[in-house]
């Protein structure tokens, strides 16, 4: 597998567009662009500033709601701004509605998938919002278990298609009295370190515009090296996600075919460094197969390696995908994988896969929104729990509770 950064700043490649032709994106265009854009049409500075807060308006899914502006003015732009670079093809709701799963279209037709999942508060945790994006439409490392990795990578999206999902994502749940949007992690299709610079301009914005502290952010990435060193020195403070799956070399080369050029001796060095750099307490996903990585050897391994790095440990039954022989191996077996964590000290939380729609197809999405299960010390688990998310105000929960599952909308609104 060869080692890949690919550049995409606010234009991406759009096939058969002349990236220099398109208006800017309204999320990329910090106060002094919008200053000069609205300058530039003889418009004074304060106009910039109410374009600028219809930004993260939820209830804005259009230049026509910002109402603050005139309408010729609000006219005049649409040929000098593009309001936001993704549109809804279709939401599902799912898990008593309080999983959102949009299909997003892009400008030049590719669809890329993005969820909202919101847990309600509880006890003396705050409620939370999560939106899961996609950085790429489809993916190059190829990993066998992933639906996205049998794509291929068609190509990377901009940093304004990144924080445009959160954005569309935040209207969505407003529509359904949910929200606003507290945490995003970098868990959808694609690979967020391979689409460096997107990944990268998309968490200071949302960090910025969006208000939404990069402690709130999770990374996820298949391990590539050069860019968790890269990361490590933008004195970001984002979580960082290793999807590790394979506790050995010889394994791991088959389950990340990334692992083969970047073993995991520098791996886990670059994501030593990435925490001592940032802070930042590790995690490991680790996608559970049956038969293939769900040994006790490879448990025993796995609990040492997380112990030397004073890693978290996420264990996600593998979602069965098209084409793919492999599934979650057998409760028992997935029992006593967990058990000998435990009984080694790490910290361990598993996502349930129960329980949720099957025609969400995306399983990765899903299986990254999930509700958690704890293991308890004797190795059984808790009820589901949701982590990571936010708050359903009062009386929501029966209402959307029975539309669960429900299609909520169709149509592809037009593009800008
Ligand atoms: N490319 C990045 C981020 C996107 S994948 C990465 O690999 O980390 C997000 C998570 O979903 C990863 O941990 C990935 O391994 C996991 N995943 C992919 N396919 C899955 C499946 N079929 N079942 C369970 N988890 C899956
Ligand atoms: Fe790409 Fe992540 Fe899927 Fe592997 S698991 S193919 S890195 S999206």
Known sequence: MREMTTAAGDHAPAPGRRLGSMPPALSTLDDEGLRRLL????????????????????????LSDVRQLPGGL???????????????????????????????ALADGQTVETVAMVTPARGSSRGRATVCVSTQVGCAVGCPFCATGMLGLRRSCSAAE????????????????????????YMGMGEPLHAYDATLASVRILATGAAISPRRITVSTSGVVPAIERLAREGLPVTLAISLHAATDELR???????????????LAAADRYAAATGRRLSFEWCLIGGVNDSRGQARELARIARRLHAHVNVIPMNRIAGSPWGPPPPPVSRSFLRTLTEAGVAVTVRDTRGNDAEAACGQLRAALEPRRELRPDGTLSAPRRTRTGSLRPGEAAASASEAGARVTAGVPAQR
Request: some cysteine.
């Open 39 to 62: 300058g530039g049409l003889g418009e004074p500075a304060w106009r910039a500033r109410q374009l600028g807060d219809a930004v993260w308006q939820p209830f804005a899914g259009s």
């Open 74 to 104: 609000r006219n005049r732009l649409e040929a000098h701004l593009r309001f936001i670079t993704a549109s809804e093809v279709s939401a599902t709701r799912a898990d008593g509605g309080r999983t959102l799963k949009l299909l997003c």
């Open 162 to 185: 990144v924080v445009d999902q959160v954005r569309l994502a935040g209207q969505a749940l407003h529509r359904h009295g949910l929200g606003p949007v507290t945490h995003v992690v």
């Open 253 to 267: 080369d088959r389950l990340v075919p990334l692992n083969r050029t970047q073993p995991l001796a520098r791996l």
